[in-house]
């Protein structure tokens, strides 16, 4: 098989091309995880503090911390690393308040996706996005 300058050209563009599409397996895995965690059910947004640096220096250890006010969990996710499920918070009926912080590793600029199951059973979800500097794993 002779390659051409044209196919040459062609194979490099759409090299490039592969590489700069989005990662549509992580959206899928979050959406994964998300309806794992809900079971399926509707998610509002709303009723979930998500207290998150706006920028992040240092991918390696960003703290953060989320509140809802009357849920039973919190379950954490940063949609853009490579194992998006960060956290669960778990809150007994004998717990003082319904909130959790902690610290985490992330790869690169990417959203925080914190959703909550009520004490009702349904469940509320709020986002906030970190800009991160120099990523955490690596990058």
């Known amino acids: 098989m ?3 300058r044209r196919d040459t050209l062609l194979l490099g563009a759409g090299a490039a ?25 509707d998610v509002a947004e709303g009723g979930v503090d998500i207290d998150a640096p706006e920028i992040a220096e240092n991918g390696n250890t960003v703290p953060i911390g989320v509140s809802a006010e009357g849920a039973e969990s919190i379950m954490v996710l940063a949609t853009g690393n490579p194992t998006p499920a ?11 308040s ?42």
């Open 86 to 96: 960060v956290a669960t918070f778990t809150f007994g009926p004998l717990a003082a």
């Open 2 to 4: 002779i390659l051409t």
């Open 17 to 41: 091309l592969a590489a700069t599409l989005p990662m549509p397996a992580m959206a899928d895995a979050v959406a994964d995880l998300i309806a794992e965690f809900t079971g399926g059910a």
């Open 98 to 139: 319904q909130a959790g912080s902690t610290r985490i590793r992330l790869a690169k600029t990417q959203d925080v996706v914190a959703v909550a199951k009520m004490s009702d059973g349904s469940f509320k979800r709020a986002s906030a996005t970190v800009k991160v500097t120099i990523g955490g794993c690596g990058g």
